[in-house]
């Protein structure tokens, strides 16, 4: 591509970052970038700012304003600054809790926004080292504080990172702090960001914050006796070279068992992730050393978490002894099931419990909770809604556990963020409930399909980077909006469910109603006769545009696993052949 084919507002933002305020090196690499015969990393860096969307930022590491660097990082941290000052300024004094993840730059970036917060007046606690997502959100509402925020990019590939921030509670931002910061961040110009910080206004948080935090994972437990006999259950566990490599097999100790085994290699912090081409353990590549040493092992479970210890993903041992990897839907079935079955026993149910899902998430999530009189929560996805629940009902109601099909839950409120730590305990505690009740987890998930009827869930995306991409994606869900399938997968459709106009039509009859959610988003929903569903949406991270499909069947027996799972797992590709994905 010639430079005059590069469009003209890229051309005076790179400009921009020469003249401007900007280091030596970044103007050097601006420089490089300028000079390339190719243009297409040029314009991808500076066709558009980095947007602080309504979960932070997330993006490619490098120069430019479409990139995750310090400035960026700044120009964030500085308009978060200006907001908790208006929000907060009747208090004496602000804090935040500052944590990071394993990738390259996180502990730079922390850094800088702690030097930047502690410019701002704002005391900081910043961790010392890597620490899980969660345990972010716990320091929050355990030290009483403003806000904080983490450097991570979840399971995204080795070159993105990202900025989330949260409020008071430990929950991600919501209306109206989001949109407040959003704006205020917009504000922002690199001579506004205060680089120049505070030594005295930074702690430094530790050991005492870890012991603190795993002290309330233990609540978590329902069968500790059970944990006691089943003490040496193997299990492999994985970090992928995150976060979790210290503290999940600490909770595990903790939590009484006594043979976890490690994958040395998957152990090493490293933000380039060696082992795996991406760090998410919904990917069975990620998985592949785990389940080498299990197989090598003969392990009772295997489980692996995310870079920055959110989201976990576990493998089991199907009826022909092959190890299986169990999706996000099945582990919040396992998990929801567990705890209901659990706290029934033990006289823990009182009515006044629930527990949440994501609308995208299984439907099965919804029916346990009916059938068992405990109450359940639809909302966007995304763990800032699921937190947005708890917060609505604090003190009013008790929540028991939630989940998305993103391989996320949250088993205690004392986190208000998705929490791999804890759910790595009680997942092994359950592992170990079922092979005291002669049970493998398979048999267990098993069980759950012939009570209350079997489900088969596929995500399936399409991926258009850039701005072109952007574009494409969202003429997409407009297709969809204005033109919905008529039938999926031989089933006439009966509702479409439109999270932008919050309003639900049955195609059948013409009825409309309304759908309770406090705020719109582009999202649609499809639900056949049959109880098939389809959930589309573009990603809030991600240069995606997702689909969720759910097909349902009745599971008779055992026996008949196989050729259920079968005949569904076909009906999944008849849909995504009807919607042309």
Known sequence: MQTNEIPENVLLKAQEWLNGAYDA?????????????????????????????TGGLRGIMGVGCNRMNIYTVGAATQGLSNYLKKAFAHLTEIKVAIGHDCRNNSRLFSETAAAIFSANGIKVYLFESLRPTPELSFAIRELGLQSGIILTASHNPKEYNGYKAYWDDGSQIVEPHDTNIIAEVGKIKVEDIRFN??????????????????????????SPDVVKKQHDLKIVYTPIHGTGVRLVPMALAKMGFTNVIHIPEQDVVSGDFPTVISPNPEEPAALALALQKAREVDADLVMATDPDADRLGIAIKNDKGEFILVNGNQTVLIFLYYIITKRKELGLLTGNEYVVKTIVTSELVAEIAT?????????????????????????KKQYIGGGEESFGFLPADFVRDKDAVSSCALMAEIAAWAK???LTLFEMLQDIYLKYGYSREKMKYIVRKGKAGAEEIEQLMVKFRNHPPKQLAGSPLEWVK?????????????????????????????????????????????PKIKFYIEV????????????VELATTHKVDLVMNDLAI
Not at 371 to 395: L, Q, S
Not at 512 to 536: C, M, R, Y
């Open 25 to 53: 090196a970044t103007k050097a690499e601006v420089k490089i970038l300028m000079e390339k015969e190719d243009a297409a990393d040029l314009i991808d860096a500076f066709y558009r700012d980095l947007e602080f969307g």
């Open 197 to 222: 910080g505070n030594p005295e206004l930074i702690i430094p948080l530790g050991a005492d914050m870890d012991e603190r935090y795993l002290k309330k994972v233990m609540t978590v437990s329902l």
């Open 371 to 395: 059938r068992n009189k405990v109450e359940y929560y639809d909302c966007y996805t995304g763990f800032k809604y699921i937190a947005d629940v708890i917060r609505e009902n604090e003190g």
């Open 436 to 438: 005291e009740n002669k």
């Open 498 to 542: 439109d999270y932008e106009t919050l309003i639900e039509k049955n195609l059948l009859t013409g009825e409309e109603k309304p759908i309770q959610q406090k705020s719109t988003a582009n999202v649609l929903q499809f639900f056949t006769v049959d109880g098939s569903k389809v959930s589309v949406r573009p990603s809030g991270t991600e």
């Open 552 to 563: 349902k069947a009745p599971l008779g027996s055992r026996e008949e696993f196989d050729a």
